[in-house]
C-alpha cells in the first residue's frame, strides 16, 4: 500500500501502553483499506465484463459488415488485441496488486495484535516475578 513502510509494524517498547491502544484502530483503518481496494478491483472486474460484451459485439459486427464468418479464436484475439482491453486489463492487474498487498497488510496487522498480547503477559509476568522477589 502507498505510504507503508515495514517498521509502521514494529512496536515501540518505549510506549507500550499507546501501542496496545492503538492497535484496534489501526487495524480497523488497515481493514477498512483493505476492503476498498478489494471494491476497486471487483468493479473494475465487472466493467471489464462489460467492455469484453461490447468490444465482442462489436468485432463480430464488423466482420460480419466484411462478410466473414465469425469464429470464437478470431474473436478472442482481435478482442485481446484492443487497445481499450489491454488498458483495461492493465488496470485490473494494478488493482488486484492493491487489494492483495492490503489483504497481505491487514493480515499482519492482526498478527501484530497476536504479537502485543504475549508481550503483554510477557511484561505481566515479568512484573510479577519482580514484585514476588522483592
Do not use: H
Amino acid at each position: 500500500m502507498p505510504g507503508f513502510k515495514p517498521e509502521d509494524l514494529s512496536v515501540n517498547m518505549a510506549d507500550f501502553d499507546k501501542e496496545l491502544t492503538d492497535q484496534a484502530a489501526n487495524y480497523f483503518f488497515v481493514a477498512q483499506q483493505a476492503v476498498e481496494a478489494t471494491t476497486a478491483f471487483e468493479q473494475a472486474k465487472q466493467k471489464m465484463e462489460l467492455l469484453e460484451a461490447q468490444l465482442d459485439a462489436c468485432i463480430r459486427e464488423q466482420l460480419a459488415a466484411k462478410g466473414q464468418k465469425a469464429t470464437e479464436g478470431q474473436v478472442a484475439k482481435l478482442l485481446i488485441a484492443t487497445p481499450s482491453y489491454q488498458n483495461a486489463q492493465s488496470a485490473i492487474l494494478k488493482l488486484r496488486k492493491v487489494a492483495d498487498m492490503a489483504k497481505k497488510l491487514e493480515s499482519a496487522w492482526y498478527m501484530r495484535a497476536s504479537m502485543l498480547k504475549a508481550l503483554n503477559q510477557k511484561l505481566t509476568n515479568e512484573l510479577s516475578m519482580a514484585a514476588m522477589a522483592a
